[in-house]
Every structure is written in structure tokens, then in C-alpha cells.
């Protein structure tokens, strides 16, 4: 156990890299194009997991009978993703049975730990380090096309924080530990709330409220799971090339329980007749569950091939409900 903060944040961090390598996550995360999925690993090392309401607690590491973990119901999902990552750090590193409130969302340098050792940082900085570790940020980066520079904008790390799963608070306190961005960057990107990144992509449309996440999906999404929640609305914005008679089909999204709630085109060079426009569509989870679907853009009347497709897999079933969690569930439902 680590004896000051400094030393706790590098034991953390270390234990995080090391429990990608030997549980072989890196290559899933990588290959999946999507988050870690810190439910199937704990669900993976069949560590017993529940799901509950919880009065003023995010969640728990119990070791008595046998190591535990319990986590709120109560939260969006990417604050009980987080948790569970802590508390799987306290798993990982052997550390005694933890109650966690909000406490571990925003830990500082000088946050009192009440057992005078350094257990909490170090499971925070596991919970960063296994759940959002550099490679994953510039990863997402590539793919997206973002620059270093981008990471100033809300939109852009708005966009970041859900292809991580996690929340936007954590991901700026991120991209600070790995200086990405200085503490300023920060301070300036944390007083600009999701609400007004969920505004203005909506561009008139209005939700029932403002809970669910609003996911911006181009082409650069191809190939990338997407794990959503049940509120959450898509935004998917392509360039259609209308002019040669090509127009995007959204049946398969239809189809897959998503429901259209706006659909536009404005033409991409104004001067421009017949030249490319973008289309931007605005889809409410309702029914959708998980599963792939293809987009394709293609002349209605000819069954040519698709002049381009965008395909991507989605789980809009978080967050984790009451009792066991969704990857327990499938675990055990396979074992049947
Ligand atoms: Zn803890």
C-alpha cells in the first residue's frame, strides 16, 4: 500500500495496466472500437456483483464471506461504470472492504482518507487507469480525427466521454492526468454543461427531458459498438449524394426499434445544385435493445450495391438494472 498520494496514483495506475495485460482486455477494447466493458470482466473473473438501490452510496467492496461488490441503481451508467471499476481496483489490489460515496468521483491530493492509508486514491486511479487509459482516449482520437488541440472544445470531449462510457466530468479530469490539456482547459471545459452539447445537436428537436445522452454518429463510427442507454438519442449525420440520385436508408434503424424524430438535409456548398448535401437524422432509443445495423446509402430504385454503408453494433440497454448485472445475466443464461 502506498504511503502518500503521489505514490498511490502511480500504484493505481500501474495495477490498471497490469490487469489489461493479464486479463487480456486491451485486444477486446481495440478490436471492439468501443469502451471496456468493466461488467464482463468483473462478471468474467465471476466475481459476485449486485445491483441496488443504495441511501448515499455509489457502491461497496465487501470481503466477508467471499470478495463482493454491490453497486447503485440510482446512477446514470457511466457513474456505476466508474464505480465498478473502483471497486474492482479494491478487488485487484487486495485492499480492505470499502463503503464509496461520491467521494470517488473527484478525489484531490488532499481528500482525508479515513484509514489513514491511501487505499481510495489508489483504487481511483485504478478506476482511470483501467476504464480510460491513454491508449483508449488517442485510440477514439484516430479513429474520430480529433487533434490534441480539439480536446479544448466541450463538443469534441462530450463526444469523447461517451465512446468511453464515461461521464464528462471524469473524462476533462482525465485528459488533465495525462496532459492532454492544462488545468485552465479544464476549469474553462467543466463550466460548459452536457446539457448545451445535447442542445444544440438536438438543433430544435425536444426531448422529454435532458437525461439521455445524445450520441453524434458519422462515418468515422464504422465498425465501433455504440453502449447507450435507454434514453439516450442518436444523432447521425452523413453526406448523401443526392444529386446522383443516392439516398441514405434508415429502415434497418427503423427496424431495429429506433424511432426517426427529425430528418433534414442542408446542402453542403450553398452555391452548389445537384453537389452533396448532409443528412442528419435525430433517432429515439424506444424500443431498440442491442444489436448491429447497417446504413446504406444507395439509389432507391436500383438494387445496385450501396454507394457507401455505415455499419455499427449498439447496446441501448443501460443502464444495469436492479439485481444481477446484464453481463451476469448472459453469463449465466448461456451456462443454462
Ligand atoms: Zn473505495
Known amino acids: 500500500m502506498a504511503t502518500n498520494y503521489e505514490g498511490a496514483v502511480r500504484a493505481g495506475t500501474l495495477a490498471a495496466a497490469r490487469a489489461h495485460s493479464e486479463l487480456g482486455t486491451r485486444n477486446i477494447v481495440e478490436s471492439s472500437g468501443g469502451n471496456v466493458d468493466i461488467f464482463g470482466v468483473i462478471s468474467g473473473l465471476e466475481l459476485p456483483l ?13 470481503d466477508d464471506p467471499v470478495p463482493g461488490i454491490i453497486i447503485t441503481t440510482e446512477r446514470r451508467m457511466s457513474i456505476q461504470r466508474f464505480t465498478a471499476a473502483h471497486e474492482f481496483g479494491h478487488f485487484w489490489m487486495k485492499h480492505q472492504p470499502s463503503l464509496d460515496d461520491e467521494g470517488i468521483l473527484r478525489r484531490m491530493p488532499n481528500s482525508p482518507e479515513p ?9 481511483d486511479a485504478f478506476a482511470i487507469g483501467f476504464m ?8 477514439h482520437a484516430v479513429r474520430q480525427g480529433w487533434q490534441k488541440s480539439q480536446f479544448r ?27 492532454l490539456i492544462d488545468v485552465a482547459t479544464m476549469d474553462t471545459l467543466l463550466a460548459s454543461k452536457p446539457r448545451a452539447q445535447k442542445v444544440a445537436l438536438l438543433s430544435g428537436y425536444v426531448p422529454a427531458d435532458y437525461r439521455g445522452d445524445v450520441w ?15 434514453d439516450d438519442i ?29 430528418d433534414h ?72
Open 265 to 336: 438535409r442542408a446542402a453542403l456548398d450553398p452555391d452548389g445544385v445537384g453537389g452533396p448535401v448532409v443528412r442528419r437524422i435525430t433517432a429515439s432509443v424506444d424500443a431498440a435493445d442491442r444489436g448491429r445495423v447497417s446504413l446504406e446509402e444507395r439509389r432507391p430504385w436500383q438494387p445496385a450495391p450501396p454507394a457507401s454503408a455505415l455499419t455499427f453494433e449498439f447496446d441501448m440497454t443501460g443502464p444495469e438494472p436492479a439485481g444481477l448485472s446484464r453481463a451476469d445475466r448472459r453469463r449465466f443464461l448461456e451456462a443454462a
Open 216 to 230: 453524434l454518429l458519422t462515418v468515422a463510427d464504422a465498425g465501433t459498438r455504440i453502449e447507450g442507454s435507454r
Open 132 to 139: 480510460m487509459p491513454k491508449w483508449l482516449i488517442l485510440g
Open 115 to 123: 484509514t489513514g492509508l491511501f487505499q481510495e486514491t489508489e483504487a
Open 234 to 262: 442518436f444523432v447521425v449525420q452523413l453526406a448523401e449524394h443526392s444529386g446522383g440520385g443516392y439516398v441514405w436508408d434508415f429502415d434497418q434503424l427503423v427496424a431495429s426499434g429506433f424511432v426517426i424524430a427529425a
Open 50 to 62: 449486485m445491483l441496488r438501490p443504495l441511501k448515499g452510496l455509489l457502491g461497496a467492496y465487501l
Open 153 to 179: 472544445r466541450p463538443d469534441i470531449v462530450y463526444q469523447l466521454s461517451l465512446r468511453l462510457g464515461a461521464s464528462y466530468e471524469a473524462t476533462c479530469r482525465t485528459l488533465v492526468r495525462y496532459s
